[in-house]
């Protein structure tokens, strides 16, 4: 993840010559060769939130069981142990809000995905209420 955010950055330090290979960037516009990742995942619209929801919630608890070996291990020095236990606090709190916000959405698709028609529907039912 470094080097591609070296890579990636406008100030990075990094270019990338060809797969796996970096050098040391001398001119800030010229990043080297770049490899775009794979599109088709995107672009199949089969996968729902219910599936993305499922991942999320699989891949939090794969975090969260990594994380618990880590915490295990008594040869760590005392400042690395602080770094981890901040990144574990940042981590999960990110992987809550990953599945928060797919919630999110899967609520807002239920509120909203059918609303034309409610909105028919209670117009119909007030009319008849008025006449």
């Not at 089969?46 to 608890?61: F, G, P, Q, R, T």
């Amino acid at each position: 993840m470094f080097l591609r955010d070296q890579v990636m950055k406008d100030d990075g330090l990094l270019k990338r010559v060809a797969h796996g290979v970096y050098e040391i960037r001398t001119d800030p516009n010229d990043r080297g060769v770049l490899f775009t990742r794979s599109k088709s995942v995107a672009e199949n619209n089969e996968i729902s939130l219910d599936e993305i929801l499922d991942d999320s919630v699989e891949l939090s608890s794969k975090i969260k069981t990594a994380l618990e070996y880590l915490d295990k291990q008594d040869d760590i020095p005392f400042p690395a142990q602080m770094e981890m236990r901040r990144l574990k606090a940042m981590l999960t709190q990110s992987m809550d809000t990953t599945i928060t916000g797919v919630t999110a959405v899967m609520a807002w698709c239920e509120d909203n995905m059918d609303m034309e028609t409610q909105d028919e529907t209670e117009s119909m039912n007030i009319g008849g209420m008025n006449q």
